[in-house]
């Protein structure tokens, strides 16, 4: 009887503490407020972007040189997409894109989602077309994925990173 005690009690204990634990990995670091607020910096984001507005969009982007946006290049040393580091080489692609006639973002809002990984940081990720004739595309509105951590740089949050990926077109069927 004193051993099914004592197991019962540490099997009883080893719960509580994995319990407790996926208590403590669960809990998101930012609140419902801050997250809302960081859906509103992205709709921001969305709107000077299909403004073409260069200077208010250089103001949203952390000011360093480990910020990174991977986008589309029209280099062929750079491979198809390629990253681009630090504010001077953003605001240079950024225009350029933006430069080559019309660019038109349209994210589903309604898969818009915005994560907290840390007190000070957090993921955005949405499906979008994007309609652009940069670096030899055509203009028509394809499918992609952005996918955006942001920084909290004072009481503002701010991109430290953009990613575009194109999505695939889905194979033809065989047979």
């Not at 197991?7 to 801050?34: I, M, W």
């Not at 029209?74 to 933006?98: M, R, Y």
């Not at 942001?150 to 991109?159: A, F, P, S, T, Y």
Request: charged share 20%; hydrophobic share 45%; glycine share 8%.
């Amino acid at each position: 009887m004193y051993k099914a005690l004592l197991v019962a009690l540490t099997t009883s204990a080893l719960c509580t503490g994995a319990v407790a634990s996926t208590a403590a990995v669960r809990k998101e670091p930012l609140d419902a407020a801050t997250l809302s607020a960081i859906k509103s910096k992205f709709g921001k984001l969305m709107e000077l972007a299909n403004k073409h507005d260069f200077k208010a969009l250089h103001g949203m982007f952390w000011q360093s040189p480990s910020t990174l946006l991977v986008a589309k290049s029209a280099i062929q040393s750079e491979g198809n997409w390629a990253g681009f580091w630090g504010n001077e080489a953003i605001d240079q692609k950024l225009h350029d894109i933006g430069s080559s006639g019309p660019v038109v973002l349209a994210p589903d809002y309604s898969k818009l989602k915005v994560v907290g990984l840390t007190r000070d940081v957090a993921e955005s990720y949405v499906p979008m077309n994007i309609t652009v004739s940069y670096a030899g595309q055509d203009g028509t509105a394809r499918p992609f994925l952005m996918i955006i951590n942001w920084l909290r740089v004072g009481k503002d949050w701010k991109v430290a990173s953009e990613i575009i990926l194109p999505v695939p077109p889905v194979p033809a069927a065989k047979g």
